[in-house]
């Protein structure tokens, strides 16, 4: 069994399945993008499931799928089969940009992912092309519904607030989860590359202070 230095017992394994994605989100990835590895470098999915037999050894029984953007490699859902089949790993999860999920939720769902975590940072589409540079809003909307069809519970919506970006929408998108069963968790930015900066940082208790007009949490 594997514990952190606080005690706290260790079941939780995020694998990065790609490092590609598909988009190019301001705060995240140049537009250029970046140098991809090359395939060869890529864990193959019997390497993906040989990993995950021996965390599962230690103690793990939670695995989370990403990348990248993790809907970018192709026949995820077989490799979600296979981790699935493992007996002590019991909760398998993904976290995605949306843009391609609509198309594989049933599949995924079907092949053992249990819930799904869906990167939305805008209602606006224009806004949303000028945060990620590519892709519609459409899609991610799509992607969320076929989610939620498939039975994939909980469905958390992920919102980076940037001040003079988005956070004017902080109770639009909060009230998401007052309309629809999701779960909205609002992302402080973080000090990642050449797009941070102070005057963009919203605190979370700032974030709080503003919903609280939906009502007390």
């Not at 952190?4 to 990065?16: E, H």
């Not at 769902?109 to 589409?125: E, F, K, Q, W, Y």
């Not at 519970?153 to 989860?177: F, Q, S, T």
């Amino acid at each position: 069994m594997l514990r952190d230095g606080f005690g706290r017992r260790i079941a939780y394994l995020r694998i990065s399945v790609t490092d590609r994605c598909n988009l190019r989100c301001v705060y995240c990835l140049p537009a250029s993008g970046v140098r991809w590895l090359p395939r060869e470098e890529i864990l193959r999915f019997e390497e993906i499931c040989a990993v995950v037999r021996a965390a599962s050894a230690l103690g793990m029984t939670h695995v989370r799928l990403t990348g990248g953007e993790p809907l970018a490699r192709e026949n995820l859902s077989e490799l979600v089969r296979l981790l699935a089949g493992i007996p002590q790993i019991t909760d398998l999860s993904l976290t995605t940009n949306g843009v391609l999920l609509a198309a594989q939720a049933r599949a995924l769902a079907d092949a053992g992912v249990r819930r799904v975590n869906i990167s939305l940072d805008t209602l606006h589409p224009e806004r949303f092309r000028s945060i990620t540079r590519f892709g519609t809003i459409e899609g991610v909307l799509a992607g969320i519904d076929a989610a939620l069809d498939a039975g994939l519970h909980p469905v958390k919506l992920n919102v980076v607030v940037m001040r003079g970006v988005n956070d004017d929408e902080i109770v639009e998108l909060g009230r998401l989860a007052v309309d629809r069963p999701l779960h909205v968790r609002f992302i402080e930015l973080m000090p990642i590359g050449d797009y941070f900066s102070r005057e963009r940082l919203v605190p979370s208790e700032e974030v709080l202070a503003r919903l609280s007009a939906l009502g007390d949490l």
